[in-house]
């Protein structure tokens, strides 16, 4: 819708008066600074959808730490910031999410399950996530009633999830290999 919109004065009042166009959050999360647009850009989206669903794709892809020796490595809280707190996205609201990572979980805060998604249907997740402890047990996602497609890509296993009592009706495993030591 904002390139649309950006066309002429008629295409932007269509653009501002159809809520269809403003269901889906798309945001590339590559450092901290992109961290105030993506929360702007997901208020605006919440407010110009009206009440329709939502639906968030997020690519959180930081480089590899040894691109930054002299650098102290900080830890990314981008997507703590999207599910938690005053400036989170209404969650009530996600039916579709879609998650690209390849840092480490324990920056982020999955583990915690009291957080409610009412309306999620579809939850993707993917990446090389790095140090992955067998410990730990996603608990994030495990109050959505009404999921029922569940995809995880790139060395996800499905044992770290902690998912609803209900039964899914799709699950998709791509690139799964099990961990072997060196």
């Not at 002429?8 to 901290?32: G, K």
């Not at 249907?121 to 047990?137: D, I, Q, R, T």
Request: net charge negative.
């Amino acid at each position: 819708p904002f390139c649309l919109s950006a066309v002429c004065a008629y295409w932007r009042d269509i653009c501002l008066s159809s809520p269809q166009l403003w269901t889906s959050i798309f945001a590339n999360v590559d450092n901290s600074d992109l961290l105030p647009c993506l929360k702007n850009l997901s208020k605006i989206v919440e407010e110009r959808s009206c009440e329709l669903s939502l639906s968030l794709d997020v690519s959180a892809r930081y480089p590899p730490p040894d691109l930054y020796l002299s650098i102290l490595q900080t830890d990314y809280h981008c997507l703590d910031s999207l599910f938690y707190g005053g400036s989170a996205i209404n969650l009530h609201r996600l039916k579709n999410i879609s998650l690209d990572l390849n840092f480490k979980f324990d920056n982020i805060a999955l583990e915690d399950s009291r957080i409610e998604f009412p309306e999620l249907e579809h939850l993707e997740l993917c990446g090389m996530l790095k140090a992955f402890s067998n410990e730990v047990v996603i608990g994030l996602f495990a109050h959505a009633p009404k999921l029922h497609t569940l995809s995880l890509g790139n060395y996800l296993n499905i044992a770290h999830f902690r998912l609803p009592d209900d039964p899914l009706f799709w699950l998709s495993i791509a690139e799964h290999r099990p961990f072997a030591a060196p």
